[in-house]
């Protein structure tokens, strides 16, 4: 009897430090240093792009200076840009947009990827807002519809990617609060990130569901010996604590 | 005698004219193949009498999927229906999202194309089903103008925006899964050690040329467990050798995890008891459907 209560007390305290160990590794409050993202207006630097390049094509567009540290401006600067761009050169209008096409997807993605290379989910928020904006100008800009949904796409891909990568590192940011919120903002636009579940939600998703049969098929053919093992001699634990249980009620009760 | 031969004759004549006019499909067009090493659906797509059909979520209206199917299946000639491809959860009241890019009859459901996935399956709304190697990046489309254009929407991000634009105009129904075999290639490699857990029953739909040429679609449900790779090469092999096959145009995986919807419908319209899934249809988180018309 006395071995009986023993165990179970090792059993209760050996869960409760598991329990404390998986709480005290969930960090919701890891250290962001958010980057912002200022406005500028990239006119001028168009305009030098322009002289410089004495009214040809030949000179490359100066990614770097018109994109400077990679900031995020309002759709409309770049619809501003793009008439100057098409003022300036007016010859070659659908080459202008493609130009603004790469500077903002690639050429962007190159100068801002390094900086959510860690869990920056704090500058990758505005970014998700940022890449959203873009669906409203797509609807009403008429000739320049492509720049816009092109920009949507794009970053939205990249944003859904990073939340990937972010999970991927350590899956249990999936349940951060600003990564859900991050998430849903990508889901509203259909853009859904492919964060499964891990093995052991899936079974408590399978046993809330009461998919008995499901769980006990995957747990014959999809465990390997030692894992069948841990969970027979778990399950014949539990039978053996009900008998015991069992057995003090009728003792207790002659 | 003579009116004893001729009663027989007559009888039999009427039991076969019943029968045809009774049957829900023609069994020239759609075999179903049980028990053997595997339960096979074969369906001839010359003619252009058996068609697909592939409901990928829910709608907007928030009609589950069996629901939708329920509406859509009335007076059709259903001869199998299945699940599809990979969701995040298999529980509608999770509100589940396709894995990869999905448009449901025109309606963009996931924008993301997946890299894990190689095979993309579209399905039009005239029934007809096409199966392309993302990898291979020569996905053929038809304009508006009656022009092809080749598309590759996994290198070329134009390329894969015109490709979503296309497919809402056509109305055409989009998914993304496993490609398992691709022109009689075998498309996936050698498990590792660590794929103890995806070894499971196996389902295929597999597009192959006979020896005359002919499309012949076919739905393979392999009753033993094991890896993806291991069930793809075995069936390969077993179309190639035993149903002698011509070609293996593709072969797609098709979801048997906790999603795993299964039923076959006997030529007599009645749903055949013996083949079935894990899961009943009312739990289906997608469904491919093939028909007859």
Redesign the interface.
């Known amino acids: 009897m006395k071995h009986i209560q023993i165990a179970s007390s090792l059993t209760v305290i050996i869960m409760l430090l598991v329990w404390i160990a998986l709480v005290a590794t969930v960090s919701f409050d890891e250290k962001i240093r958010p980057n912002h993202w200022p406005d500028q207006d990239a006119g001028n630097i168009l305009y030098r792009w322009h002289v410089d390049s004495a009214h040809s094509h030949s000179r490359q567009f100066p990614f770097s200076d018109y994109l400077g540290r990679g900031q995020l401006r309002k759709p409309a600067s770049y619809l501003r840009d793009l008439q100057v761009l098409d003022s300036l050169f007016p010859n070659v209008q659908g080459t202008n947009e493609q130009t603004l096409i790469l500077a903002l997807?690639d050429s962007l993605a190159m100068r801002i990827e390094p900086r959510l290379s860690d869990y920056q989910i704090d500058s990758l928020i505005p970014l998700i807002h940022w890449a959203t904006s873009m669906t409203h100008y797509a609807e009403m800009s008429k000739n320049h519809g492509?720049l816009f949904?092109?920009l949507h796409?794009?970053w939205?891909?990249k944003a859904?990617n990073t939340l990937e990568t972010y999970h991927d590192k350590r899956p249990v940011r999936k349940y951060h609060f600003k990564f859900r919120y991050a998430r849903s903002q990508c889901?509203l636009?259909?853009?859904?990130?492919?964060?499964?579940?891990s093995?052991t939600e899936?079974l408590i998703?399978?046993m809330l569901?009461g998919?008995w049969?499901?769980i006990l098929?995957r747990m014959l053919?999809?465990?390997?010996w030692w894992q069948k093992t841990i969970i027979i001699l778990f399950i014949l634990l539990t039978i053996y604590g009900f008998i015991c249980i069992i057995r003090t009620h009728l003792n207790f009760n002659r | 005698m003579k009116h004893y031969i001729l009663t027989t004759l007559i009888l039999t004549a009427f039991l076969l004219t019943y029968q045809k006019c009774i049957a829900q499909y023609d069994t020239e067009y759609a075999q179903i193949t049980f028990p053997d090493e595997y339960t096979m659906v074969t369906l001839k797509r010359d003619g252009d009498r058996v068609k697909a059909k592939y409901f990928a979520a829910e709608d907007y209206n928030g009609n589950s999927v069996y629901e939708r199917y329920e509406k859509w299946s009335a007076g059709r000639k259903t001869i199998l229906v299945t699940s599809g491809t990979y969701m995040?959860?298999c529980?509608h009241y999770?509100n589940p999202?396709?894995?990869?890019i999905c448009i449901d009859n025109g309606v963009?459901?996931?924008?993301?194309?997946?890299d894990?996935f190689d095979g993309l399956v579209i399905v039009y709304a005239t029934g007809g089903i096409v199966v392309s190697d993302l990898n291979q990046g020569d996905l053929s489309i038809r304009l508006g103008n009656g022009e092809y254009k080749t598309l590759n929407i996994r290198a070329n991000?134009?390329d894969?925006?015109q490709f979503i634009k296309w497919a809402e105009d056509v109305e055409a129904t989009v998914f993304q899964t496993h490609l398992l075999v691709y022109k009689n290639a075998l498309q996936v490699y050698l498990p590792t050690s660590t794929d103890?857990?995806?070894?499971?029953e196996r389902r295929f739909l597999a597009g192959c040329k006979d020896e005359f040429g002919n499309i012949i679609h076919t739905i393979i449900h392999s009753p033993s467990?094991t890896t993806l790779y291991e069930g793809a090469r075995r069936v390969k092999e077993f179309l190639i050798e035993f149903k002698e096959m011509e070609e293996v145009v593709f072969m797609i995986n098709l979801d048997t995890g906790?999603q795993d919807v299964f039923q076959v419908n006997n030529p007599d319209g009645r749903t055949n008891p013996d083949i079935r899934g894990?899961?009943p249809i009312s739990q289906a988180v997608n469904l491919l459907a093939y028909y007859f018309e």
Do not use: Q, W
Not at chain 1, 189 to 197: A, P, R
């Open positions: 997807t492509m949904e092109m796409h794009f939205m891909n859904v889901e636009y259909n853009f859904n990130t492919s964060i499964g579940n093995k899936k998703y399978r569901d998919r049969s499901y098929k053919y999809a465990t390997s | 995040d959860n529980n999770y999202k396709p894995v990869g963009v459901v996931n924008n993301m194309l997946s894990k991000f134009y894969r925006l103890v857990n995806t070894i499971r467990h906790c894990n899961a």
